[in-house]
């Protein structure tokens, strides 16, 4: 492997695992923008850390959250935030 | 999902985005807040914080339902990007109220079997057994600048600065630790079709 795309491939493995800095996301913006295929190998990256953070045994969750959840978008609704979302939404 | 018919995630979440917080936002709960509820345990190590940030999470996906785009991502990968983020942000806070400087590593983060603990576990299915088996053979290097970065939001010179290790050393972990996560998710695929 080049020692650019090893460089590429180390900062998508940086991106993916949410460990790059500042200075190694603009560089992996740019060598995106100069190769748009390193797209797939941060693609790639992603997967596999999202699959390690979806591995956990899954637990119960309490009866009452999901009442709590809804109550507290009810709340919203009607709000400022729901004119922030609608306003969103038009992006 | 009531009705026994498969859901698809990404019509929920576009029914989200119309305005709807009844049964869409029902059944994506069905589907993954015991998942995340997971996660979110791992990251900070206290039920009564997780359950709280849960509700951030499911709340959040509602307000940002518009926003999501399928070209982008899978609904699953949306929700653990938004539920990492919130137990990033959690963990940060805790940080600055008890004046730490470094976020702790401790045994509770580690990855692996979780048999025997306490919480109530919904059962376990073959696609989480492979996946647990799988990380198992991660080194333990290669683990911990993984769970550090991920789970904990270190940067490279965080982790360095806490295992005492070159920056370069840190980097080249993460780089050969995601790399055999890749090798080793179409071999999980493959032995769950077989």
Redesign the interface.
């Known amino acids: 492997m080049s020692d650019e795309k090893e460089r590429a491939?180390?900062l998508a493995?940086?991106h993916?695992?949410?460990?790059?800095?500042e200075e190694d996301e603009k560089e992996l913006e740019a060598l995106i923008e100069a190769d748009p295929s390193l797209v797939a190998v941060v693609?790639?990256?992603?997967?596999?850390?999202?699959?390690?953070?979806?591995?956990?045994?899954?637990?119960?969750?309490?009866p009452k959250?999901?009442g709590?959840?809804?109550k507290?978008?009810?709340r919203?609704?009607g709000g400022f935030?729901t004119k922030l979302?609608?306003w969103?939404?038009e992006? | 999902m009531t009705d026994g018919r498969p859901v698809d995630p990404a019509q929920l979440v576009a029914a989200m985005?119309a305005g709807d917080?009844g049964s869409p936002?029902?059944d994506l709960?069905a589907l993954y807040?015991?998942?995340v509820?997971?996660?979110l345990?791992?990251m900070l190590g206290s039920r009564s914080e997780a359950?709280e940030i849960?509700?951030e999470v499911?709340?959040e996906l509602?307000?940002?339902a518009?926003?999501y785009d399928s070209s982008r991502?899978?609904v699953?990968?949306w929700i653990?990007t938004v539920a990492?983020s919130r137990a990033l942000d959690a963990l940060r806070a805790r940080s600055r109220r008890h004046g730490d400087k470094q976020l702790h590593f401790s045994d509770r983060h580690a990855?692996g079997?979780?048999s025997g603990?306490p919480?109530?576990?919904?059962s376990?299915?073959r696609w989480?057994q492979a996946?647990?088996q799988a990380?198992e053979q991660l080194g333990e290097d290669q683990r911990a600048?993984?769970e550090l970065?991920?789970f904990l939001?270190?940067?490279?010179?965080q982790?360095a600065q806490t295992l005492n290790l070159p920056v370069g050393t840190?980097?080249?972990r993460?780089?050969a630790?995601?790399?055999a996560?890749?090798t080793?998710?179409p071999i999980?695929h493959r032995s769950m079709v077989a």
Do not use: C, N
């Open positions: 491939e180390l493995a940086l993916a695992a949410g460990a790059a800095s693609k790639d990256f992603q997967d596999s850390i999202m699959a390690l953070a979806s591995s956990f045994e899954p637990l119960q969750t309490s959250t999901l709590q959840i809804q507290k978008i009810a919203e609704k935030l979302r609608s969103l939404s992006l | 985005a917080s936002l029902s709960y807040a015991s998942t509820l997971a996660l345990m791992k359950e849960l509700q499911f709340v509602w307000r940002r518009p926003q991502g899978s699953v990968a653990v990492r990855l079997t979780e603990r919480d109530v576990l919904v376990s299915t989480h996946l647990r990380f600048v993984l970065s991920y939001g270190m940067s490279h010179d982790i840190v980097k080249s993460i780089l630790g995601m790399r996560l890749r080793m998710l999980i």
